[in-house]
Every structure is written in C-alpha cells, then in structure tokens.
C-alpha cells in the first residue's frame, strides 16, 4: 500500500536561516507528490507538485522540493526562511492512474523565531 | 483568496439538528471532494465526485450524506452528528491528473 513518512514532526528555525523537510514515499512505481501548506485556521494550499521530468521542482514562496527516486524521497527546502512561512507542512503522493486518492503524510510543523 | 469557496466558515450544531455544508467551485473542474481534518492531523478523505456521480466513499457514517448539484456545487447534509464529529471539513475540486485545490473549510462543533 501506499504510505508517506515525514520523520519530523515539529521544526523550529531561525527567520532567515535554510529549511529542509523531509518526505519519504513508498510505491512501488513513479508517483505523482506534492507539498501543501496550511495556516492556522487555513485550508491546504499547493506549494509545488513533481510529475515526471526534472526532479528538482520549483513551488510558490521561494520553495523547491528534488525528487529522488533512489531513496523514495522529495524533500522540501527553502534557502532562508521568513516569520511568515510558520505553518503546517503536508507531504503528499497520489498514483498516476488514479489522482482521486491523495495520501498526506502526518504534517511537519514549522516555528519560526526572530 | 481560495478559488474553492465553502460556507459556513463555522458552524455550531446539536446532536439533533439538520444542517449542510457548502462548497463551490468556477474553475471547471471535474472532480469535487470532501475531507475531514482533526487538530493535528492530515486531511482524511471522505467523499469523491467525478463528473457529478459519486465515485469513492471512503466508508463514510450515513449521517454524512453528499449530494453534487451540478458541476460547481457540493454540500454535503449532516443529521445526527457525534460529538466526534466535530472537525474542519474540507472541500476540494480539480481536473483530471491535477492537484487538488482546497477551500478554507468549514470548523464544525458539536455540542
């Protein structure tokens, strides 16, 4: 079955240092995976999605996520990070025959300090 | 600003009452989707509809009852809801092989 891991429950960061999320999937084939984020008392909004082709993928925000198939991974990363970006991040895969059955990992939640 | 809009933003509800959540859609998508989402939680999928016929239930209580309109409208009926019920309910539409766009949801509690 298809599954999805985010080790990391809760990041705190410093505002402008680097973030990197950690996503790790397991099916057996390509999936589609997308990042979304939620603020509080917010619905789910896309960061970015990997279909096929290049495996480093560019999102909204200043996010970039890089698709590496040798360790069932799509790690999200932002070079420095602002007050704003505090929120809930979602690791997501769907099968590409079938994108109706999205499957969220747990949620990293991301603090940021000043 | 969400391309998907629901209504109620909140919604206070006894154990006995009849209510319905709304969500609306103008982006032309063909699928439409209700999940549920407790704190601290991810989004659980309850319904799916494609092309207006309802085409995952995800073993749903019948005290959720979906109904899809037409192609811009999903609510989705509530009658005799737990107290377990309550969470943020949200509503999500796209194409065929695209993401899901999600509303901002619709905080539900059950007294």
């Known amino acids: 079955a298809q599954s999805v891991t985010q080790p990391d429950i809760h990041i705190t960061v410093s505002e402008g240092a680097s973030l990197e999320l950690r996503c790790n999937y397991s099916?057996?084939?390509?999936?589609?995976l997308f990042w979304y984020v939620q603020s509080p008392g917010q619905g789910l909004q896309l960061l970015l999605k990997?279909?096929?082709?290049?495996?480093l993928v560019q999102g909204i925000k200043g996010f970039e996520a890089e698709f590496k198939r040798s360790q069932s991974s799509f790690n999200l990363r932002k070079p420095s990070v602002h007050w704003s970006d505090a929120a809930e991040y979602f690791c997501?895969?769907?099968?590409?025959?079938?994108?109706?059955?999205?499957?969220f990992g747990t949620g990293t939640r991301l603090q940021v300090f000043p | 600003d969400t391309e998907v809009t629901q209504t109620p933003k909140h919604l206070v509800m006894g154990m006995t009452n009849k209510k319905s959540l709304k969500c609306e859609q103008h982006?032309?998508?063909?699928?439409m989707y209700w999940y549920k989402q407790k704190a601290k939680k991810p989004p659980e999928l309850m319904f799916v509809?494609?092309?207006?016929?309802?085409?995952i239930n995800e073993s749903v209580p019948s005290r959720f009852s979906p109904e899809c309109p037409n192609s811009s409208l999903l609510n989705l009926h509530l009658h005799a809801l737990q107290p377990e019920d309550s969470a943020l309910y949200l509503c999500?539409?796209?194409?065929?092989?695209?993401?899901?766009?999600f509303g901002d949801g619709t905080r539900l509690s059950i007294l």
């Open positions: 999500a539409s796209s194409h065929s092989n695209q993401p899901q766009h």
């Open positions: 099916y057996g084939a390509t999936p589609y």
């Open positions: 990997y279909f096929s082709g290049d495996t």
């Open positions: 997501a895969v769907v099968r590409s025959y079938n994108t109706d059955k999205l499957i």
């Open positions: 982006m032309g998508h063909r699928a």
């Open positions: 509809y494609s092309y207006e016929k309802l085409s």
